[in-house]
């Protein structure tokens, strides 16, 4: 799924709607354990783990990235892995003014 919207240019970190939708998110799923919002979270496509002409060797970093709960990458300790090996659920990314919503797309899909 690919939630688009305009997004501001900005030199700020973390821009008010990435630090406002992610904990909205989270404060609807967590609870549940239905699915936890990340954001900035980098996820690896490590090499053979798809079919290269797909996928290559690529990471994507959205702007908020959700994950269904059982699919939230674990360590044996039962904590949330440093890496985050695993196609994401919900990808939410900012549009930029100067980029296509064509060009996010494209750079987003996995």
């Known amino acids: 799924m690919f939630l688009l919207g305009l ?3 900005t ?6 709607i990435q630090t406002e939708l992610a904990p909205a998110i989270n404060q609807i799923l967590k609870p549940k354990q ?11 496509y490590p ?3 798809h079919p290269a002409d797909v996928y290559g060797d690529r990471s994507i970093v959205p702007d908020i ?7 939230i990458p674990r360590k044996d ?15 939410i990314e900012r549009l930029l003014p100067d980029r296509s919503q064509a060009n ?4 987003i899909r996995h």
């Open 11 to 16: 030199k700020l970190r973390n821009p008010a």
């Open 7 to 9: 997004k501001t240019t």
């Open 65 to 71: 990235s959700v994950v269904v709960w059982n699919r």
């Open 47 to 49: 090499t053979g783990s």
């Open 104 to 107: 996010v797309t494209e750079d």
């Open 77 to 91: 300790s039962g904590g949330i892995a440093k890496v985050c090996a695993i196609a994401l659920d919900w990808t």
């Open 34 to 44: 239905t699915a936890r919002a990340f954001t900035e979270l980098r996820c690896i």
